[in-house]
């Protein structure tokens, strides 16, 4: 494996509650403001079991990510895994799979998402230069805050997380008056392929924590941190979208079909009015907005960890003379989200993002059992999860399931798009060898 440079110029400034908030901004999207009724429709009030089960199964992933976190402390959060597993080639794919396959994608449909929020309150947005112009503040925007420091990133995630959660917490605290019970029961039990389907769907929204381990190298006493803040942030979520879903299932029942596009503003309507709506909408917003400036904290530093390593470009590995940020992992990474959110070309390609990140969860689960198997100072105290290979196991179970609910297109998508990675391996390999071999001569 090639070394990696010293994160001793990053400074460790994210404690537990930086880490905690930070997996529940990245985890908790857009996707919850709909998600209560994609649910609810397909298996009405049995769906509070498919959160639990999808917990569990995630739960398993989470812990996975907690042990191998204490091990590996440096930058690159799932790619630095990876690499200290199974070098280099595995880890270039995984490095490419996390930026390009979930991130940049997943950022820049969450950037057109924020438009098409604000266009339904203000029709200007409907116009692509004006909704060009908002991308370019925006992330703008993200980009100065984050070189400024990670410290002064996670502090405006903070404040963000807490202002798109008070909504929701809203409609838990104000909706549980309006629940009417016989909406909570349930007449038959969902079938495998249903229940499956459904699953998947709840997996996604679940998935991201692991983008929060970007910052690897910036957390401070990451043997304790990384666990706690995992646990931590990872109950939360799961307790939140528990008593979302049963909120908006007992208030709305039937109707839910008919507010497939916004049960949670339906929801609202009923606590406050129209105005309720209208929160809701800009609650959205905020919230995309807050996903997205958690992937421009975190996954920049993948790039940076990947340069390092000479797999990219090695202007990406420099630091802030300042700051003490990879300012230009940054930028880069910020001007591949504008370029996609304007492009509108991307919605095709976000198929794979499903696959992606699935396939980042397996390696990382198979490179926590490979490191557990090798000897370990014993003066080096890691957290270690309980049960042997049990607890894995159902992580690599649940990832295999749910692959196999993948369409064949998409599944031939992620083959071709793996294969390429691997062509842009071996041609970087080739012209590194050559250089080398033209500097000898």
């Not at 895994?81 to 995984?94: H, L, N, S």
């Not at 003490?324 to 996609?340: D, H, K």
């Not at 049990?390 to 793996?418: D, H, M, Q, R």
Request: glycine content about 10%; charged content about 10%.
């Amino acid at each position: 494996m090639a070394k990696t440079n010293s994160d001793k110029e990053l400074k460790r400034v994210v404690g537990v509650t930086g880490l905690s908030l930070n997996i529940i901004n990245i985890t908790v999207g857009a996707g919850i403001f709909a998600l209560p009724a994609i649910v609810g429709v397909e298996l009405g009030a049995f769906s509070i079991f498919a959160y639990v089960f999808c917990g569990i199964m995630m739960a398993a992933i989470m812990l996975c990510y907690a042990e191998i976190g204490t091990r590996i402390t440096n930058s690159g959060g799932s790619y630095a895994y990876v690499v200290a597993a199974f070098g280099d080639f595995a880890g270039f794919i995984v490095n490419w799979l996390a930026v390009f396959g979930w991130s940049i994608l997943g950022s820049a449909a969450l950037m057109n998402i924020i438009a098409d929020s604000l266009a339904v309150i203000f029709p200007v947005f409907s116009d692509p230069w004006i909704r060009g112009l908002l991308y370019f503040v925006l992330l703008a925007f993200l980009v100065l805050t984050n070189i400024r420091g990670a410290k002064q990133g996670v502090a405006f995630i903070k404040g963000i997380t807490i202002i798109k959660l008070l909504p929701l917490i809203g409609i838990i605290i104000f909706g549980f008056s309006l629940i009417n019970e016989g909406n909570l029961h349930w007449e038959h039990l969902p079938t495998i392929n249903t229940f499956g389907n459904t699953t998947l769907v709840l997996f996604f929204a679940f998935a991201g924590f692991e983008t929060a381990l970007g910052v690897s190298g910036e957390i401070k006493n990451p043997k304790r941190t990384i666990p706690l803040g995992i646990m931590i942030g990872g109950a939360l979520v799961l307790i939140l979208y528990l008593l979302l879903q049963t909120v908006t299932l007992g208030v709305l029942g039937q109707q839910m079909e008919s507010v497939q596009d916004a049960p949670l503003a339906a929801v609202a309507e009923r606590i406050v009015g129209s105005l309720g709506g209208t929160i809701l909408l800009i609650a959205a917003a905020i919230s995309c907005f807050g996903a997205v400036s958690t992937d421009v904290l975190n996954t920049p530093r993948v790039l940076f960890a990947g340069a390092n390593d000479g797999l990219f470009p090695k202007f990406l590995s420099k630091i802030h003379p300042k700051f003490a940020t990879p300012y230009w992992s940054i930028i880069c990474f910020a001007a591949m989200i504008f370029l996609f959110s304007i492009s509108g070309g991307f919605k095709q390609l976000a198929i794979l993002a499903s696959a992606a990140i699935l396939l980042i969860y397996l390696f990382v689960i198979l490179a926590t059992v490979k490191l557990r198997m090798k000897k370990q100072d014993v003066s080096e105290k890691t957290f270690k999860v309980p049960g042997g290979l049990v607890i894995p196991f159902i992580g690599i179970a649940s990832i295999v399931w749910l692959l196999s609910s993948l369409s064949t297109w998409e599944i031939i998508s992620t083959v071709i798009f793996i294969t390429a990675i691997c062509v842009i391996y071996f041609v970087m390999k080739w012209i590194k060898k050559r250089e080398e071999y033209y500097k000898k001569e």
